[in-house]
């Protein structure tokens, strides 16, 4: 239905009938039929096909440790940011596989975190096959020579899912041929991968990663180098695509891209400390950092593509921001107040810390007011100017008895602050006796 925005006064009547300059009907269209369960069952199957195969990865470091090769695990403090953003990716994708089937974001999400998830495994298999127990798992040398290739493809479908993403359609038909570069430079990775012969060292790549290609050569070599120069590219390129779709959308499809903008930003600052830290040693804490942020993605991926308060992003900063300053205030407060009386004292008196918490207690509602509004001044004018808007109205309800110019002025208020499409206003006629 198009939006109609209609403003008018009503007021009682001389025959105390009820006074509106325009009535509208409205015809509320069919809610959207309910999905068939069958979608919902083979997200849910692929779900736990995911974590089962992750499963795999823990047993193979008991099996390691055991072995006396603690050196080869791979759950460890450095590995929180991708554990976490399997979890994410898998469980988003299939929330939105069950609900939106013909979307195809959920189901990319989920191919995300089964190919990490079969990265791991499979890194797992050929190092106890080839290092630790060598001949006692069968095909060992082929989970070594295609698990670069497991990871190339969920990489790749990184890129389709930031393509993708929000609406389930390319930005424009002239992004089909590079969808088809993408799953073409898979392909001829996997066929390589397949006929190219060689000696393959998995040494290299059991301790950097699938990206360490010390141990190959020959075509193989120059396989996987292509497909990671073309691979990373595309997601780049998806990126950026996000930016076009931004400067073209307009209403709900903007609002969704915000949240993805949020996401981005989180990933962004979040990398930025941990390439900080890497000169000291990056602590366990920043680890969990970056994978609380990378595991955020596909939750703001999920929350645009279903329209889950998408209007609530300015709050959830103004609220961020807010809270994050009075806690740096209060707490900054009590750490003078205790630590600078203590040292003036010469010993932390029990009285004073009592004290200190009873004043930063007192001092958090009145502070939070005065914070909260110099952040939406700043951060969240909309918001801001509603509130002003609402009290200068308050201040003249006070004062002004005449009927019609109440109702003008409540409906320029509800215009002005709730900005609706329609305003309809309705007095109850006064009963005459």
Known sequence: ?????????????????????????????????????????LAWTLWALGMLVFAVVPWSDHLLRRAGRADLVQLTPGTIPAVLAILSASTVGAVLASRRPRHPVGWLLLGVALSLSTTAATAQYFVYGLLVRPGALPGAQLAARYQPATAFIGLALVGYVLLFTPTGSLPSPRWRWWVWVMAAAQILLLGVATVAGGPLDPRPQARGGPFDFRGMGGALLVANQADLAVTSLAVVVAAGSLVVRFRRANGIERQQLRWVALGAALVVVVATIVVASLALGPPSAVSLAAGICLALVPVVIGAAVLRYRLYDLDRIVSRTLAYGVLTVLLGGGYAAVVLGFGALLGRRSSLLVAGATLAVAAVFQPARRRVQRAVDQRFNRRRYDAARTIDAFSARLREQTDLDTLSTELLAVVDQTMQPTQVWLWLRPSRQR
């Open 1 to 41: 239905m198009r939006a109609i925005r209609d403003r008018w006064g009503g007021g009682g009547g001389a025959g105390g009938e009820p006074r509106a300059a325009k009535i509208m009907a409205v015809t509320h269209a069919p809610g959207p039929a309910r999905p068939h369960p069958r979608p919902g069952v």
